[in-house]
């Protein structure tokens, strides 16, 4: 071999070597990678000049806020109606008597650690909580004491538990006469002077008994309840193999119904105290229920009123029960083809003692509010057009008004961002109480005459000003927020995508998250956060330095993005329905419609690389993707999954996906098709979640196996619903890089 292709052989080998090499050290994270991508939640305390929190003074026209600035913390208060504003108090005074009660902390004045903060009407007190106790301060003497200790947080159970229909004691009639009370599952009566008993029911058993949740009419003339059915109580039950108190496991149970299983029956049931008898009420046209709920009586006694949700949640109804007579009349009756979204959008006030009521409804295809003449039996619309109100934040019955948030009323707007208007009960006067774009977040004063209005977008800071209630004009400017610091780190904010969605013409709303370190000249793998429950929308609408582990997981070399595909809610009652028994849908049609259009504009964005992660009903979603759309996600990660819509809990699956249960569970169940799955799947759970039984997961991972298919399980010990926490969110990392990048994670087992 001739000397001079020798020597360019040897350099094409070495050169080759150095490329081999420089590939292999560049393709290993470590863990300082991990702690970069980590600090960048630093940027959450880098934004000056913002109000963190605030409160309107009772009876005033009064806003007391606390400024955050690069110093730390500043109370003021603002007087709305002369536009002024001023310190709330000496700080510094105040940091010298906090001295006193803890002279081994530093109390500094501008960084005064207050809690759950409040002033009297007069602005001469101040109380506040800090340590574990209450305190009041003299604002004239600048004088300090305790009040009391802050009260524990009050356990209410687990949210499964159905309530127990005895639990109630004895109940006094408004006008001291009488006392009620459930006795062998039925209804009595007690005379306060005479001890005079008188049962007023003779149906009652075991099993179908009386409520002891009795309501006595205001007159003290009649006594309601309901006579309930009940259900056999079904349980889940998990072992903790780990207790933290204990060597041996522990076994957890508890109260859990799910899609199909039996539900108390409530009938309304109605006494009259003159009587001493039981007024006939008919119910059967409400025996195939949900729910049903307790007797609200009128005040002028005439009757009461309740609501019945169907089982199936396509009809839901206000009904009124005469008093006299036990007649029924239905107020209100709600119909759906697909469902009545009773958890999200109920909205119900009553005016005149009930002649008017106002009330939500989707039935002209998006949520309005409309005024019901009850004597009439016919409804007005308050509000109307191709937009949906969010919530009503106050109802003025005298001036004949009501104060909204809506999102999709500005045409130029994301549909999402929420806005504050007023309108009257006849339709007309419909004033904009926040002209500025963004999402907004207000605070009324005890009269609605001021508000505080906070806005900002996902790229946009937020500005707080006082507004005028009335007209939504600005009195003064509070804060704008100083970002300059976060510039300064190269700080990148979301960037607000629009694209159009499956069917080619409905605007799909997203964002996507970038490192700092972004360099448009490379691709990236793309990641989507997914949750597409149909009780709201998720993508962020307002700005936020850090985003978590959107933030984080970008830092990494990955571009992050959040879709609101239909399915979900606070669009149209058509954009929602599309979740109607069909929940494994969860929008992608329109979410990768949506990524590939960002792709096409960016060419930064590698849609040959595509994972998705989320928990819960996102954790089925995330597998769900490699099921059914495997041609275009690669790899997911999937927390705390309901991976079987039978197998999660009763109201939030019923919801969307209707009763009876039938076929339409199956086609959307994870474990079902199982055996369709394609790309990279790791599977996370706590074995003592008490949200999603811990079996659905369990099953899916059956599934897997019995069709031996690939995937990785982490169980984690003692833990709960969760994403996964920061081993899991270590573990789902380290799985990204490595079928995304195609690189390793940090080898976390030798010395770093």
Not at 88 to 95: M, N, P, S, V
Request: aromatic share 12%.
């Amino acid at each position: 071999m001739p000397k001079n292709q020798e020597t360019i052989i040897m350099k094409g080998f070495v050169l080759l070597l150095f490329w081999v090499l420089s590939a292999g050290a560049m393709a290993q994270y470590s863990a300082e990678d991990y702690q970069r991508a980590d600090s960048v939640s630093r940027f959450n305390n880098m934004v000056y000049n913002t109000i963190s929190e605030s409160g309107w003074v009772p009876n005033t026209q009064v806003l007391w806020y606390a400024l955050k600035t690069r110093e730390g913390r500043t109370w003021y208060v603002a007087q709305a109606d002369s536009a002024t504003t001023r310190r709330a108090f000496d700080h510094e005074r105040l940091g010298r008597l906090l001295q006193q009660t803890n002279e081994k902390k530093s109390f500094k004045p501008e960084a005064l650690p207050l809690q759950n903060v409040h002033f009297s009407e007069g602005l001469d007190t101040l109380t506040f909580e800090m340590d574990g106790l209450k305190w009041l301060c003299d604002l004239n003497s600048y004088t300090l004491k305790a009040t009391g200790k802050v009260n524990k947080r009050n356990n209410y159970g687990h949210w499964g538990r159905t309530t127990d229909e005895l639990s109630q004691g004895p109940v006094q009639s408004p006008d001291s006469t009488w006392v009620a009370f459930i006795r062998d599952y039925n209804v009595f009566i007690r005379h306060r002077n005479t001890k005079e008993e008188h049962q007023l029911s003779f149906d009652g058993a075991k099993g179908d008994t009386y409520s002891s949740y009795l309501v006595w009419s205001p007159d003290s003339r009649f006594l309601a309840t309901t006579k309930v059915r009940l259900h056999e109580k079904k349980y889940i039950r998990y072992i903790e193999a780990a207790p933290a108190n204990q060597l041996q496991p522990k076994l957890h149970e508890l109260e859990y119904l799910k899609p199909g299983d039996a539900l108390p029956i409530k009938r309304p049931a109605l006494f009259s105290v003159e009587g001493k008898k039981q007024v006939q009420i008919e119910t059967r046209d409400f025996e195939n229920q949900y729910n049903l709920s307790n007797p609200q009586w009128y005040s002028d006694s005439r009757g009461f009123t309740f609501e019945f949700n169907e089982r199936g949640h396509q009809r839901y109804q206000v009904v009124e029960v005469n008093a006299e007579t036990g007649a029924v009349r239905v107020l209100i009756d709600e119909k759906s083809a697909t469902f009545i979204d009773y958890s999200g959008k109920r909205y119900r006030h009553d005016l005149n003692d009930g002649a008017e009521i106002i009330w939500a409804s989707e039935r002209d295809g998006w949520n309005h509010l409309y005024l019901y003449s009850t004597p009439k039996g016919k409804a007005r619309a308050i509000t109307s057009g191709q937009w949906v109100v969010r919530g009503v934040d106050h109802v003025d019955e005298k001036d004949r008004q009501l104060v909204f948030r809506a999102g999709g009323v500005q045409p130029d707007e994301d549909p999402y961002n929420v806005h504050y208007y007023r309108i009257g009960f006849d339709g007309k006067g419909l004033r904009h109480l926040t002209p500025a774009a963004g999402h907004h977040q207000a605070s009324f004063s005890h009269n609605q005459r001021y508000l505080l209005d906070t806005w900002s977008t996902p790229e946009t800071p937020p500005v707080s000003v006082l507004r005028d209630g009335l007209s939504g004009d600005t009195i003064m400017t509070l804060a704008r927020a100083d970002i300059s610091a976060l510039e300064k780190e190269g700080w990148k904010a979301p960037e607000v995508f629009v694209a159009k969605g499956r069917d080619g013409s409905t605007d799909i709303w997203g964002n996507i998250y970038r490192p700092t370190h972004f360099n448009p000249e490379k691709t990236y793998p793309i990641v989507e956060y997914i949750y597409a429950g149909p009780h709201s929308s998720f993508v962020q609408k307002s700005f936020s330095a850090h985003m978590g582990a959107f933030s984080s997981l970008a830092e990494l070399g990955f571009i992050v993005v959040q879709i609101d595909g239909m399915g979900t809610s606070n669009r149209s009652k058509a954009f929602h329905d599309v979740c109607w028994k069909n929940l494994k849908d969860a929008g992608f049609p329109d979410r990768i419609a949506w990524i590939k259009a960002a792709a096409e504009k960016y060419a930064w964005m590698d849609t040959t690389r595509v994972g998705i992660y989320g928990a819960s009903a996102g954790g089925q979603s995330a597998m769900g993707a490699l099921l059914f759309h495997p041609d275009f996600y690669k790899a997911a990660v999937a927390s705390s999954g309901c991976h079987d819509n039978r197998m999660d809990k009763i109201w939030w699956n019923e919801q969307w996906m209707g009763y009876p249960v039938g076929p339409h569970y199956e086609a959307s169940s994870n474990v079902v098709n199982a055996h369709l799955l394609q790309g990279n799947l790791l599977l996370i759970n706590g074995e003592i979640d008490d949200n999603v039984d811990p079996a659905s997961t369990m099953q899916v991972a059956s599934a897997l196996i019995k069709a031996e298919k690939e995937f990785e399980l982490l169980i984690l010990p003692s833990v709960g619903h969760t994403l996964g926490g920061s081993y899991g969110e270590r573990k789902r990392r380290d799985f990204f890089i490595r079928h995304l990048r195609n690189e390793e994670p940090p080898a976390w087992n030798q010395s770093q």
